[in-house]
């Protein structure tokens, strides 16, 4: 599993030397749609690469993500708009939306508003999918684009300084994918315990 994992890694880190920005931007504008791509994993290994390497700089890098996740979450906003609350809700399973995460998404965004938008980006699993129920309710368009990009700003910000610590970590570590799961390892508790307390507790709140 370790050797796999290397090898993932020695992969991506090949693909940034001849992708560079654009490839960021791509992988984050992904992470941003329905598919199951993480940010955790696009952003640190980045920011670690240009940390040890210099091909890259930091400062890029988050621009690029930010930019990524902007467009992958307009997709998601302008596909929920023109297609409407009731085609999401019947056709949203076959892109892996149900309609549960729907609706949860809904009464998130009707609670807090543009804050909520700014906060989903640092949130997981509601930061997919704010984009679909922003687009039912047509929110202005200028006011989630505004609060899309900081908060993507400032969640790549924190993944970039992650992926430099990681770098640090790993120069004094022999196994990379030792090193890799257990900065992976510890940024799934604490975005575990991110989403259960402002999200799941809130989700739970609201159906009693």
């Not at 240009?50 to 990524?68: P, S, Y």
């Not at 609350?85 to 019947?90: A, D, G, H, K, Q």
């Not at 009464?107 to 509601?126: K, T």
């Not at 640090?168 to 315990?193: F, N, P, R, Y």
Request: aromatic share 14%; proline share 4%; with cysteine.
């Amino acid at each position: 599993m370790h050797a796999l994992f290397d090898e993932l890694i020695a992969w991506y880190r090949r693909a940034l030397e001849t992708g560079g920005y654009p490839l960021i931007v791509l992988l984050m504008f992904i992470e941003s749609t329905v598919v199951p791509l993480p940010s955790e994993l696009v952003i640190p290994f980045a920011a670690h690469v240009a940390h040890t390497k210099g091909n890259l700089n930091l400062a890029g890098i988050i621009l690029a993500g930010a930019l990524g996740s902007w467009l992958g979450a307009t997709a998601m906003y302008w596909a929920a708009r023109l297609a409407g609350r009731p085609f999401i809700i019947r056709h949203g399973y076959k892109f892996f939306v149900s309609p549960e995460k729907v609706e949860n998404a809904e009464r998130w965004a009707a609670r807090y508003g543009g804050f909520g938008i700014f906060a989903s980006r640092l949130l997981p699993v509601v930061r997919h999918l704010i984009g679909i129920p922003a687009g039912i309710v047509r929110m202005d368009y200028a006011k989630f684009s505004l609060h899309t990009l900081l908060g993507s700003t400032v969640w790549c910000a924190v993944l970039v300084w992650f992926g430099v610590k990681f770098g640090d970590d790993l120069s004094q570590s022999e196994s990379v994918a030792k090193t890799a799961s257990l900065w992976i390892g510890g940024a799934m508790l604490a975005l575990g315990a991110l989403y259960y307390a402002f999200v799941y507790r809130f989700m739970r709140a609201e159906k009693n």
